[in-house]
């Protein structure tokens, strides 16, 4: 065996008490348990000089030190009380025990605290280790073990008392509870024309509405008597006859004509979310039956998913909202329902993913219905929170479904549209010219590519005409089609097949672009010739203009005709009426400059010739 002082190495720490500086959970309650189990008063105070707390034989109390930290201060009152119960002569009258010194004392009070604490979850090693190790220095092994059962003994014991008091504490903390709780329920049938409104003491809200919904029809003869079955005490405040109902905030509603049950609390919250904006990923489900309709916005699942809960819907025999609502949750839906008939945003216009029958078990499908149908919906959803689409925009967005029957980009439009209204720095003007130019780009502005598609036709590459557009392009020699509902076509040739088929007609999508790149250029022509003849009209030079009959099925059998054949039809240079300036273009503006001095003939005859 070595002294220290012949060895090397890092020093030997030395233990201290270092003071305890955490908080206890549950802190007032261990104070209350251990104040009780103590066979003394206890007090805190203002201790002079460093004592944290001391026992007073003579005075038969403990006292605490003020202002500790939560884990020092029961610490200190578990070792005073060990103090108490062990080291006072009129408590402990055990004669022909030794009497122990100071350090026994003190090692046998902090070890029971230690292990006290310990117990409850309260770590105090960092002062009792310390402490025990000071008050125990120089005392041999045999006088420490002669402590331990009593250390043992005294820690069960006050543990014990202690854990029975928190038991205690926690009882009468929830029978005041219990007796705190009070709720105002509101028993009225659908019209209000009977009603009665009651004070619950001991149940809250929620455990009012659980008990009224596992009311049988035996225990609805009398509500209040069934709430006192259960532990409540019942108090009628207003009936029909009193009229005083509004003046009370309701917790919760009982309609006896329904059986339904209205957590008031709940349904202001649920009013508060019904009003959030429809997020894109939301399942919306309308639910209808005998006595209504409810939508629901469903946050949680996908459509597929939507529609497993459907089938699970479809199995109830009583379709009551609640129990509609119970196997909505039971599906693990999160579900708001955002419009509820009669009730919650039931004016507000319509829109669902889904819908429901539960009479008829049928389900409809949004995605099912007409483009113009589905539209309608999308424009409801995205204006449910805050209305932004002017008339024009609404007529735009469902023309544009029903034109190009492409639902992704109607809802693209839409989107954007709102988007622009609503938060957008440039205006929703160019989402609207850009849309209007894919309307118009189609060849017959009477019908559009979805009503191609409910008769049955439904190439890609075909654009759907009516029969006045039919006859139309047919007499300008484009090549158009008569669609059939098997999804076939035919050429025409003649215009007969054309007024003798009750389908639709169509021209590919080919021809059509082509027909719109020669009409822009003949446009462009057109302004040219707009151009050219207000000079020759309102220009300063003399001009001559020559003019040419449009090339148009009307004019064709003018267009070779000699001077006989015209005069036969009335067309004389006497009889400028019969000219038509609307049936010409004009094809060529001459500088009669350079023909001065001539005669009319040959002046005649050199416009002639230069203007071939």
């Known amino acids: 065996m070595f002294d ?63 202002g500790m930290s939560e884990s020092q201060t029961l610490k200190t009152m578990v070792h005073e009380t060990a103090h108490s119960m062990l080291h006072d002569k009129d408590v402990n009258k055990d004669i022909s025990a030794p009497a122990k ?36 220095s120089g005392r041999g092994m045999k006088e420490l073990k ?15 008392g202690i854990e029975e008091q928190l038991r205690e ?16 329920l509101l028993i009225q049938n659908s019209n209000l024309s009977e009603y009665s409104l009651v004070n619950v003491r001991g149940m809250d809200a929620a455990e009012v509405v659980e008990a009224l919904s596992a009311m049988n029809d035996n225990d609805r003869l ?122 919650r945003n039931s004016g507000t216009p319509q829109f669902n993913d889904f819908e429901i029958d539960l009479d008829k078990k049928e389900v409809t499908m949004m995605s099912h219905l007409s483009p113009a149908k589905q539209a309608e919906g999308i424009i409801n959803r995205l204006e449910f929170a805050k209305t932004a689409f002017s008339d024009d925009e609404c007529n735009l967005i469902v023309n544009y479904a029903f034109k190009l029957n492409d639902m992704e980009k109607t809802r693209e439009l839409a989107e954007r549209i709102y988007y622009e209204e609503t938060e957008g720095s440039q205006g929703a003007a160019p989402a609207v010219i850009d849309a209007q130019a894919e309307i118009d780009a189609l060849p017959d502005p009477m019908i559009g590519l979805w009503e191609m598609e409910e008769y049955g036709y439904t190439w890609g590459e075909m654009l759907p005409l009516t029969q006045e557009k039919a006859l139309e392009l047919f007499d300008h020699d484009l090549p158009v089609y008569l669609l059939h509902e098997d999804g076939s076509e035919t050429t025409v040739n003649d215009r007969k097949q054309i007024i003798a088929h009750k389908g639709i007609f169509g021209i590919e999508k ?69 000219i038509k300036p609307e049936n010409y273009n004009l094809v060529y503006v001459g500088e009669l400059s350079g023909l001065q001095g001539r005669t009319q003939s040959a002046t005649l005859e050199a416009v002639g010739k230069w203007g071939i």
């Open 4 to 66: 220290v002082s012949q060895t090397d190495g890092e020093p030997i720490p030395e233990l201290e008490a270092k003071e305890l500086l955490s908080t206890v959970e549950g802190y007032e309650d261990f104070i209350k348990a251990v104040t009780f189990v103590a066979p003394v008063p206890v007090s805190f105070e203002d201790i002079p000089g460093d004592s944290k707390g001391f026992f007073s034989p003579t005075e038969k109390r403990i006292a605490v030190q003020e």
């Open 101 to 136: 010194d100071r350090n026994t004392k003190e090692v046998e009070a902090e070890s029971i605290a230690y292990t006290v604490c310990q117990h409850f979850g309260i770590d105090t090693s960092d002062y009792s280790f310390g402490y025990i190790a000071g008050w125990s």
């Open 146 to 160: 002669s402590s331990l059962d009593t250390i043992r003994r005294t820690a069960s014991e006050l543990i014990t």
């Open 169 to 184: 504490i926690q009882r009468d903390r929830e029978m005041m509870q219990e007796q705190e709780k009070e709720s105002l």
């Open 222 to 343: 009398n509500i209040a008597a069934y709430l006192e079955s259960r532990g409540a005490w019942t108090t009628e405040i207003a009936n029909q006859d009193t009229k005083e109902f509004g003046e009370h905030h309701l917790d919760v509603r009982y309609n006896t004509d329904t059986n339904e049950v209205i957590d008031v609390k709940v349904e202001m919250e649920l009013n508060e979310r019904a009003k959030e904006p429809i997020s894109a990923d939301d399942v919306i489900l309308k639910i209808t039956h005998s006595r209504g309709f409810e939508v629901e916005r469903i946050t949680n699942k996908t459509p597929e998913e939507v529609q497993e809960i459907m089938a699970a819907l479809t199995k109830l025999e009583d379709k009551s909202t609640q129990n509609i609502r119970d196997c909505l949750k039971s599906c693990g839906a999160d579900h708001i329902p955002i419009i509820v008939d009669g009730g």
């Open 510 to 578: 080919g021809d059509w672009e082509n027909e719109k790149n020669l009409r822009a250029m003949l446009g462009e022509l057109e302004a040219g010739r707009a151009g050219k003849e207000a000079q020759l009209l309102y220009g300063d030079s003399d001009k001559y203009g020559i003019y040419q009959l449009k090339d148009i099925p009307e004019m064709r059998e003018f267009q070779f005709a000699g001077t006989e054949s015209l005069k036969r039809r009335g067309i004389k240079k006497d009889n400028l009426d019969a």
